[in-house]
């Protein structure tokens, strides 16, 4: 099961480093990019990067992460990644970032035909709105819902990517605050989600998906959280699985507090 994981975490890691043009996930199921946006909040100015990897394809290699491990992207490899950071001055501290991927292909009354990967604030429970709100499954469950951006990455100049449209190696920046990010598709991208999709790049996020449950147009949304989650650092983009202590850590631990128990009532009764 070990070689497994590391077979994954390794074909994530070496799929994440090969930037391309963004798949939109509007032609082959299950293949539409994971991509990474970045927003100075002062300057408003953006930038988009293709991480190299498809959403089934990222789903599979998250799942077989081994408890611990992480794989990372160097953001420096994207041409556009330097000047980006160069004209907002230099460091990230105003910035959010949100990672995206979608899948747009079949009949929006075929189940999960709809897919939206996104990036939650580290916490929030996305399941908790999957009845309690409208917004959130007409966005999954429709089509409407979802190609509003689908259409748009790297399409034509009058899509919610706008300046983004044309890339070099997957990656691009803009100086133009109307141009996207903020201005376009907002924290709940365009208001369609009644949860925020943005982090400040100090944050950790969590990482959802979220499809369609059924044919109805307000049809409960199917919602999995991811095991890792998505952190923003300098150069670096991370997707970390936290370590979960092995069944020896719990004994050694409950060996350790028995005999702190033990020597405690000893200088008492001494």
């Known amino acids: 099961m070990k070689l497994k994981q590391l077979i994954a975490a390794l074909a994530l890691v ?3 480093s090969a930037h391309a043009a963004i ?5 082959t199921d299950g293949t539409g990019s994971l991509f990474l946006v970045v927003t100075d909040t002062t300057a408003g100015y953006s930038f988009v990067g293709d991480l190299g990897v498809g959403m ?56 999960e035909a709809k897919r939206l990967l996104t990036t939650v604030a580290a916490g929030d429970d996305v399941s908790g709105y999957t009845t309690t709100n409208s917004k959130l499954v007409a966005a999954v469950g429709t089509a409407n819902g979802t190609t509003w951006l689908v259409s748009g990455v ?44 943005t982090v400040a790049a100090a944050d950790t996020a969590d990482f959802w998906l979220l499809g369609n449950s059924s044919s109805a147009t307000l049809a409960q949304a199917n919602l999995y959280q991811q095991a890792g989650q998505f952190s923003l650092s300098g150069d670096t983009l991370a997707y970390s699985v936290t370590a979960v202590p092995e069944p020896e850590t ?6 350790g507090l028995g005999l702190v128990g033990f020597m405690a009532r000893r200088r008492k009764a001494a």
Do not use: C, E, R
Request: charged share 10%; no cysteine; aromatic share 10%.
């Open 14 to 16: 070496a799929a994440g």
């Open 23 to 27: 798949d939109n996930g509007n032609s």
């Open 56 to 111: 089934d394809g990222f789903i599979a290699s998250s799942a077989a992460m081994a408890s611990g491990s992480s794989t990372t992207w160097n953001l420096a490899g994207f041409s556009a990644w330097t000047p980006f950071v160069g004209a907002i001055g230099g460091d990230l501290t105003n910035a959010k970032y949100a990672v995206y991927s979608l899948d747009n292909v079949g009949a929006t009354t075929t189940v």
């Open 154 to 197: 790297q399409a034509d100049a009058k899509n919610a990517m706008n300046d983004h449209d044309t890339v070099a190696d997957g990656s691009s920046y803009t100086n133009n605050s109307a141009a996207y990010a903020q201005a376009k598709i907002g924290d709940k991208l365009g208001n369609n989600m009644p949860f925020v999709t």
């Open 250 to 255: 719990y004994a050694l631990m409950l060996a």
